[in-house]
Nanobody, 123 residues
Framework: HVQLVESGGEPVQAGGSLRLSCEGS????????LGWYRQAPGKEREGVAA???????SYADSVKGRFAISKDSAKNTLYLQMNSPKPEDTAMYYC??????????????????WGQGTQVTVS
């Protein structure tokens, strides 16, 4: 039973910093690919960043140079470091796990597991 639990979302001022965490359990962690997705009110869900089982990363153009995805396999935890957030980054952020490299297009995900989300509000 795969479980993903996000934390770290909170109100933050534009230009500040924030780190999201996602603790995972119930899956073969070394072979899974992980990612962060978000959904703002009235908008479609979109990919933010992904990290493959070999550690290679990909980012949405809107967050390149500002956000960084990383994982700590020993702690079974995925992170998203958000630097210089902007009001348009306000959204519910979700952690996703999958057995194949994650597309940043949520419609292309193959049998993904989703967390419950953590709210980030940038003002």
């Amino acid at each position: 039973h795969v479980q993903l639990v996000e934390s770290g979302g909170e109100p933050v001022q534009a230009g500040g910093s924030l780190r999201l965490s996602c603790e995972g359990s119930g899956y073969d962690k070394p072979n899974y690919c992980l990612g962060w997705y978000r959904q703002a009110p009235g908008k479609e869900r979109e990919g933010v960043a992904a990290i493959d089982s070999d550690g290679s990363t990909s980012y949405a153009d809107s967050v390149k140079g500002r956000f960084a995805i990383s994982k700590d396999s020993a702690k079974n935890t995925l992170y998203l470091q958000m630097n210089s957030p902007k009001p348009e980054d306000t959204a519910m952020y979700y952690c996703v796990a999958g057995t194949r490299p994650l597309s940043l297009d949520p419609r292309m995900l193959f049998r993904p597991y989703w967390g419950q989300g953590t709210q980030v509000t940038v003002s």
